[in-house]
């Protein structure tokens, strides 16, 4: 199982760490990725980190401003969102990628097989 935690009401210019913390298997051994979804809106993809040479990618609308990272020795992914925005609200999900493709584009979605429960992050004054 994968269980996405960190979110929180925070004020533009903000920061949040997200976590997303494996149980049952070892996460150092797939890519995985974070998504939001903000109500009314289609699924985002924001960032990967891959599996073997820990590649990470970012969605333009984050470069810059989030940065992921993983701890293998807690068997956990990191999110770390600084300079928040409003248009950065949304639920936030983790999930595994077997293929190790990394995309952040809707016609990836399917590879993406382990999805966690999401957190919600709100970004407001």
């Known amino acids: 199982q994968l269980q996405a935690s960190g979110g929180g009401l925070v004020q533009p210019g903000g920061s949040l760490r997200l976590s997303c913390a494996a149980s049952?298997?070892?996460?150092?051994?797939?890519?995985i990725g974070w998504f939001r979804q903000a109500p009314g809106k289609e699924r985002e993809g924001v960032s990967c980190?891959?599996?073997?040479?820990?590649?990470?990618y970012y969605a333009d609308s984050v470069k810059g401003r989030f940065t992921i990272s993983r701890d293998n020795v807690k068997n956990t992914v990191y999110l770390q969102m600084n300079s928040l925005k409003p248009e950065d609200t949304a639920v936030y999900y983790c999930?595994?990628?077997?293929?190790?493709?990394?995309?952040?584009?809707?016609?990836?979605?399917?590879?993406?097989?382990?999805w966690g429960q999401g957190t919600q992050v709100t970004v407001s004054s």
């Open positions: 980190i891959s599996r073997s040479d820990e590649s990470t």
């Open positions: 999930a595994t990628d077997p293929s190790s493709l990394c995309g952040l584009g809707p016609h990836y979605f399917d590879v993406y097989d382990y």
């Open positions: 049952g298997f070892t996460l150092e051994h797939h890519a």
